[in-house]
Structure formats: C-alpha cells, structure tokens
C-alpha cells in the first residue's frame, strides 16, 4: 500500500512564493511518475506539472517560468516550488503517483492567493 503525505499549502499575496511537498511511502516500482494537480471548484482536475523517475520534466504552460518540480530518488519526496504566484494559481493542489496500473493521491492541500 502506498501513501502519500502533503505538506500544508499557505496564503500568500502575488508575486510570492510557496513550496509544497509530497513523500510517498510503501512499495513504489521502480520506474514511476510523481506529479502535481490542482482543481479548481467546478473544474476538472488539470496538471500542473510530472516528473518521472528518470527525471524527464513536464510543465503546464501556464506554469512554466514559475514554478519547479523537483525530487529526491533516495526519500521518494517530490517538490513543488512555487514562485511569482498569481490570484489564479490559489485552488486545491494534489500530489500524484503512478506506475504500472496503479494510480495514487495525496489529499488536497490549499494554496490561496491574495490580489
């Protein structure tokens, strides 16, 4: 069985910035995909941006520039670095891991962005 554990999101005004975190534990292959998501009330869930377990980076558009991903193999830890925030940035975000067929997430965790 896997978990995942989130750190606490925050409040933040624009223009500032905030790191969210995420570590798994349980039995994780080898190769796998950690990623970040957020949703909005009444939206579907989009992503924000994956890593995988090889390193190879993707980005939603409307983050790239201001935000990164990065991981650390030895914890199983995925961070979210979140910079130059806007208003719309502020919703639920949630960590995500998958390999193989199995699909995890983490509990929503909130960030809000004050204008």
């Known amino acids: 069985q896997v978990q995942l554990v989130v750190s606490w999101g925050g409040f933040v005004q624009t223009g500032g910035s905030l790191r969210l975190s995420c570590a798994a534990s349980?039995?994780?292959?080898?190769?796998?995909?950690f990623g970040w998501y957020r949703q909005a009330p009444g939206n579907q869930r989009e992503l924000v941006a994956t890593i995988t377990s090889g390193g190879k980076i993707n980005y939603a558009d409307s983050v790239k520039g201001r935000f990164t991903i990065s991981r650390d193999n030895a914890k199983n830890t995925v961070d979210l670095q979140m910079n130059n925030l806007k208003p719309e940035d502020g919703t639920i975000y949630y960590c995500?891991?998958?390999?193989?067929?199995?699909?995890?997430w983490g509990r929503g965790t909130q960030v809000t962005v004050s204008s």
């Open positions: 995500n891991l998958k390999f193989a067929q199995y699909n995890y």
């Open positions: 349980g039995s994780i292959f080898s190769i796998h995909v």
